[in-house]
Nanobody, 115 residues
Framework: VQFVESGGGLVQPGGSLRLSCVAS????????MGWFRQAPGKEREFVAA????????GYADFVKARFSVSRDNIKNWVYLQMNSLKPEDTAVYYC?????????WGQGTQVTVSS
């Protein structure tokens, strides 16, 4: 099982980023795929998820109306569009199935929101 995340970077408050994730090693079309994040000194937390088959999405309260999760059924990628970013969104962002594999995490992609 492998997850590869990309698209992070440094952005000013109010800016946008789009994260991408490609997974391999399991039939993720059968699962819900999720985005998670971990800020320095904090536990990893759920951000958003999308059911691969139905496209049904779910979000943590703190990102509703700002973030949008989507998937590309042909390319097998999962995306997280992040708008109106805040300094408190600074974290390493990971993708995994939801609920996640406990023993399989990618390197994540760093998102830093700062002026």
């Amino acid at each position: 099982v492998q997850f590869v995340e990309s698209g992070g970077g440094l952005v000013q408050p109010g800016g946008s980023l789009r994260l991408s994730c490609v997974a391999s090693g399991f039939t993720y079309s059968k699962y819900t795929m999720g985005w998670f994040r971990q800020a320095p000194g904090k536990e990893r937390e759920f951000v958003a998820a999308i059911n691969w088959s139905t496209g049904t999405t779910g979000y943590a309260d703190f990102v509703k109306a700002r973030f949008s999760v989507s998937r590309d059924n042909i390319k097998n990628w999962v995306y997280l569009q992040m708008n109106s970013l805040k300094p408190e969104d600074t974290a390493v962002y990971y993708c995994n199935k939801d609920p996640p594999f406990k023993d399989y995490w990618g390197q994540g992609t760093q998102v830093t929101v700062s002026s």
